[in-house]
Antibody, heavy 120, light 108 residues
């Protein structure tokens, strides 16, 4: 069974940093492209960024609002995905989900999310 | 950036009825990269349809997707009580993804 479990969400002050983790199991994490998506309260889903597998160059892409502030990385030995968030702003307050990018670039499996709150 | 506009914003229907949800793109989207998701409060989003018309694993056949170019549709042929949720379309283009703003399917 595929499982994705996010952790690391917390209350942080504006300008601060936070690192989220996503523990994966039930699939070949080494070959998986992974992504982060967020949802602010009362709003829709917003794509944050994606990391390819090591075999695909481990390259990353980011949404414009987080580019230069957020960094996605992975540790295949630990089956874990990370999201390093720096220079946090109040508008980064959201529930953050990790997901496995499967066939046709769709997000086939999702975690339940971890809550990040940025206070001004 | 490709903007996806979903309509209607809210759809009020009764169990047993047919639901038709629309997703319109600001520019042509590859059908290979158009997906639909269901999201219920407190739960993880769930992939329903990928490549515009392929059902994801375990998705009942009352869910179907169609469309091409800039116009895509999610149809739920006969609503079950568990189908009332928010639905999002999503596209992948170049190096990034965008979601529509969502359609809230509510019980009438």
């Amino acid at each position: 069974e595929v499982q994705l479990v996010e952790s690391g969400g917390d209350l942080v002050k504006s300008g601060g940093s936070l690192r989220l983790s996503c523990a994966a199991s039930g699939f070949n994490f080494n070959d998986a492209w992974m992504t982060w998506v967020r949802q602010a309260a009362g709003k829709g889903l917003e794509w944050v960024g994606r990391i390819k597998s090591k075999g695909s160059g481990e390259t990353t892409d980011y949404a414009t609002p987080v580019k230069g502030r957020f960094t996605i990385s992975r540790d295949d030995s630990k089956n874990t995905l990370y999201l390093q968030m720096d220079s946090l702003k109040s508008e980064d307050t959201a529930l953050y989900y990790c997901s496995w990018v499967g066939r046709s670039m769709a997000f086939h499996y999702w975690g339940r999310g971890t809550l990040v709150t940025v206070s001004s | 950036e490709t903007v996806l506009t979903q309509s209607p914003g809210t759809l009020s229907l009764s169990p047993g009825e047919r639901a038709t949800l629309s997703c319109r793109a600001s520019q042509s989207v590859s059908s290979s990269y158009l997906a639909w998701y269901q999201h219920k409060p407190g739960q993880a989003p769930r992939l329903l349809i990928y490549s515009a018309s392929s059902r994801a694993t375990g998705i009942p056949d009352r869910f179907s997707g169609s469309g091409s170019g800039t116009d895509f549709t999610l149809t739920i042929s006969r609503l079950e009580p568990e189908d009332f949720a928010v639905y999002y379309c999503q596209q992948y283009g170049g190096s990034g993804y965008t979601f529509g703003q969502g359609t809230d399917l509510e019980i009438k």
